[in-house]
């Protein structure tokens, strides 16, 4: 089956720039998502791209798609301790399975 | 702002139970789905259902079955629940493509212990 993969742990500085990573095999892949979690919380979209895009900014995130690649990225600008979550990178392809497929998380940890 | 209810945030059960999981959503979306998530393995899909009552199996739907007699509704019953699915369920809900944004939307999920 169709694969995401991410790093499982970050750890920044309060203020530094986070880029959380992410790679996927599916080469049908129409949407790709960013998801923020926080404790004992459910899921929480922040943005998503479109396949035939290469770049998406909203306020303080940046995402990045190289499509060639099956790499994609988050950037958070000046980030704060609020923005430590577990980050799930996803991905949507076009074979009619309308569900998402998901990678394992990637816990950011900021500090003060 | 659209609004995914489970009806439960914490739930503890017996080995052989008979569990039911329910959610609700309000933006009248054709889609809808169950997650388990587990630490390190991400969200893995169960079942989904793209209308009243037709369902799909998902990646891992042993030991689960699905509901939906309302298009809002949509219930996850574990037959006789067993300690290797204690874990998160998250629901979720989206629209049909080409009906809204590609957006899946996200219940705050109920966590399960089987003891």
């Known amino acids: 089956g169709e694969d995401v993969e991410q790093s499982l742990f970050l750890s920044v500085r309060e203020g530094d720039s986070s880029v959380i990573n992410c790679t996927y095999t599916?080469?049908?892949?129409?949407?790709l998502y960013w998801y923020k979690q926080e404790p004992g919380a459910g899921l929480q979209l922040l943005t998503y791209i479109f396949s035939n895009m290469d770049m998406k900014q909203d306020q303080r995130l940046t995402v990045l798609l190289n499509k060639k690649d099956k790499h994609l990225s988050l950037r958070i600008a000046d980030t704060q301790t609020g923005d430590s979550a577990i980050y799930f990178c996803?991905?949507?392809?076009?074979?009619?399975?309308?569900?998402?497929?998901f990678g394992s998380g990637t816990r950011l940890q900021v500090q003060p | 702002d659209v609004k995914v209810t489970q009806s439960s945030r914490y739930l503890v059960k017996r080995t052989g139970e008979k569990v039911f999981l329910e959610c609700v959503q309000d933006?009248?979306?054709?889609?809808m789905f169950w997650y388990r998530q587990d630490p390190g393995l991400g969200l893995r899909l169960i079942y989904f259902s793209y209308d009243v009552k037709m369902k799909e199996k998902g990646d891992i739907p042993e030991g689960y079955s699905v509901s939906r007699e309302k298009k809002e509704r949509f219930s996850l019953i574990l037959e006789s629940a067993s300690t290797n699915q204690t874990s998160m369920y998250l629901c979720?809900?989206?629209?049909?493509?080409?009906?809204?944004?590609?957006?899946?939307?996200f219940g705050p999920g109920t966590r399960l212990t089987v003891t």
């Open positions: 979720a809900s989206s629209p049909l493509p080409g009906q809204g944004p590609p957006e899946q939307y």
């Open positions: 599916d080469s049908s892949s129409t949407y």
């Open positions: 933006m009248d979306h054709e889609n």
């Open positions: 996803a991905e949507r392809g076009n074979t009619g399975r309308r569900a998402l497929t």
